[in-house]
């Protein structure tokens, strides 16, 4: 996606990239939905911005009347100046501090809220968003877009506004105070104008491209780091290394490229504002000398002046910060407004219950959105009913993962419905439906944390007793109370201290723990040894229970024990029927019955 994005950047016409800059800048109002609950603290942030920027404009006028009464014979009143002077000053240091601490506990506290907006947006999306996006690119925009937002609104923004409040302010003061020679320095303003648009928009495409490189970058390493075992098994390190260096350089390459674009453009700007200076103050000090003009005055003017320069400069360097935010609240956007495929109806149906667990899919054709033209799932024509243990069966990429996915609604069916106790999926809210689901995947997920809370991920409400009647049931009792810590000792990452069977018994513990109508078994290819094979089925047997049970099933075994066995060819039901009637009838199942299952029981 990232590579698409700057595939059409860098074809983009002028017109186009104009086009682009409206939006990108306009994309910063996507935060205002974000600033919105802090209006008091935006404006606290905005008086104290307010505050400080007049404090400045008002010092120079007080540094004139202490150069011009330099030689009054009153000390009293030079007194008076130089304390009006110290007064400002400390005013502003005050008032400075105020904003600093506001607007940054304002910036931190968005950054905060963004953050956590598009996670749980994020985390919610169908198993079908992330076939486009990468996870790593999902984590890049998390991290590094909101970085750069916490910076636009953490200082940026406030210190752009202070600078447009002195630019204004310094134009009108410095109008006030010589009209002749604000004259002369607004001549020189289109000059200094113009190498900020012409180069800022160069600066503004190089930051997107910089962005997506980073991304992609995060991304590229993600994929590596979390199939490490699998790189370095077929000792792809190198090739790793290469690729990712070699996204990496890129992102340095335009980076530098975006760095010597502001280099050049902050040397014309800085140049020319100090040239005008310079160039003023030449006039001025013949005003000076001509009588026309107070030493005072002319320094007014000049630190006016050199104040509004100072903004215009400021302006420059804030302008790029600001687009490269806008560039990075696109993209969260772009996230937060993600169009899911599966969504939950605007007013969903409610859950009757108890639930039976009939599953039933009615005329359902289905294809996965990135290959249209083969249907993973064609009319299929299937009723399960309560109790009723399920075995699918059939070649790899036959679809019986497919309808286990189905039955979660992680998909939707392009023509037909999946029904549960004949209500269809898609009039239902996802969270009700899916808690009378129970799911054993074939590879079982370990999160990083304790074997008690592996299991309790199955019912967060479980008691600890509860937990371990579930861990004894699914025969993972025994290797838990064998682990240094018992229930307490941390599993690992993705439960790397743990082997395979073991992985499945917590997986099958965390399903008996939910203790949900319908139990979806998608059982491991991997041959466990003969023990924990047992094991696992004994656990299997004592979970499907009075459950209706749909399994993807590899072992002939679990074939063996179910009501009724569904054939799956081509993402069709090619038979179904037991065990014995399939195999008198010859055909697929009696080919596959003798070349594929494992005889778990042998
Ligand atoms: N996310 C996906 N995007 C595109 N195609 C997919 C996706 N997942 C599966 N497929 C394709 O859909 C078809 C059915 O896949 P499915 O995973 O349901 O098969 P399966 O019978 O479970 O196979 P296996 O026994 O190998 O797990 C296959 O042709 C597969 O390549």
């Known amino acids: 996606m990232a590579r698409g994005t700057r595939g059409t950047a860098g074809a983009q016409t002028t017109a186009d990239a104009e086009r682009q800059t ?33 404090l400045s404009l008002a010092l120079p006028m007080a540094v004139r009347r202490v150069v011009d009464n330099f030689d009054t014979k009153s ?39 963004i953050r956590k907006a598009v996670f749980d947006r994020v985390i919610g999306l ?14 890049s925009r998390i991290t590094t877009d909101t970085t750069l937002i916490l910076s636009v609104i953490g200082s940026s923004i406030s210190v752009a506004l202070r600078n447009v409040l002195i630019f204004f302010g310094g134009m009108v003061l410095m109008l006030l105070t010589s009209a002749k020679l604000t004259g002369l320095v607004l001549l020189i303003v289109p000059l200094v104008i113009v ?17 997506d490189w980073i991304a992609e970058s995060s991304g590229n390493a993600n994929e590596a780091l979390s199939s490490v075992q699998t790189v370095q098994a077929f000792t792809h390190e190198r090739a790793s290394r290469l690729q990712f260096g070699e996204v990496t350089e890129q992102s340095y390459r335009s980076a530098r490229q975006r760095i010597t674009v502001r280099a050049v453009m902050t040397v014309l700007v800085m140049f020319l504002v100090f040239v005008g200076v310079v160039g003023v103050l030449w006039i001025g000090a013949r005003d000076v000398r001509g009588g026309t003009m107070s030493s005072g005055e002319l320094i007014q003017f000049v630190i006016y002046s050199v104040m509004v320069a100072g903004a215009v400069a400021a302006l420059s360097e804030i302008w790029g910060e600001l687009q490269r935010a806008a560039g990075a609240t696109e ?19 409610a859950l009757q219950r108890p639930v039976r667990g009939e599953i039933s899919f009615e005329g359902v054709k289905f294809s996965y959105a990135s290959r249209p033209d083969t249907p993973a799932l064609d009319e299929i024509d299937l009723t399960i009913r309560p109790g009723e243990t399920v075995a699918l069966v059939g070649p790899s990429g036959a679809g019986k993962t497919t309808i286990i996915q189905m039955i979660q609604r992680f998909y939707d069916p392009d023509a037909g419905r999946v029904c549960l106790d004949g209500q269809d999926l898609t009039t239902l809210a996802r969270t009700d439906f899916r808690g009378e ?78 203790d949900a109508p319908v139990l979806l078994l998608d059982e491991a290819t991997s041959a466990l040894d003969a023990e924990s094979e047992r094991a696992v089925q004994a656990a299997v047997d004592a979970l499907s229970e009075g459950r209706t049970t749909i399994v993807v099933a590899h072992r002939l075994a679990t074939v063996k024990k179910a009501d009724r066995i569904i054939v799956m060819e081509h993402g069709r039901i090619a038979a179904q029927g037991t065990h014995d009637e399939l195999v008198a009838g010859g055909g697929l199942y009696a080919r596959l019955a003798k070349l594929q299952f494992t005889d778990g029981t042998t």
């Open 331 to 349: 993209r969260l956007n772009e996230l937060l407004n993600a169009e899911d495929n599966v969504k939950d109806p605007a007013v969903p149906v």
């Open 195 to 211: 190498p900020i648009l012409v180069l800022g928009r160069r600066l503004r495409t190089l930051s997107r491209e910089n962005q």
């Open 22 to 54: 409206s939006k990108e800048v306009g994309a910063l109002r996507g935060l205002r939905p974000f600033l919105a609950p802090y209006k008091g603290q935006v404006a606290a942030a905005g008086l104290a911005l307010v505050l400080t920027a007049s």
């Open 437 to 514: 689901l129970s799911l054993v995947p074939q590879d079982p997920v370990i999160f990083a944390a304790t074997a008690r809370e592996n299991i309790r991920f199955g019912r967060e409400t479980a008691s600890d007793a509860e937990v371990e009647a579930a861990a004894r049931a699914a025969a993972a009792h025994e290797f838990i109370e064998a682990l240094p810590n018992g229930y307490d000792s941390p599993l690992g990452e993705r439960g790397v201290l743990l082997s395979g069977g073991q992985k499945q018994r917590i997986a099958i513990a965390r399903a008996i723990l939910r």
């Open 126 to 139: 169908s198993p079908g968003f992330f076939e486009k996006v990468m996870t790593g690119e999902v984590l």
């Open 75 to 113: 000390d009293a009143l030079l007194n008076m100046y130089f304390g009006a002077a110290v007064l400002i000053a400390g005013l502003l240091a005050l008032g400075t501090g105020l904003r600093y601490a506001l607007v940054t506990r304002l910036g931190e506290r968005v950054v905060a809220d």
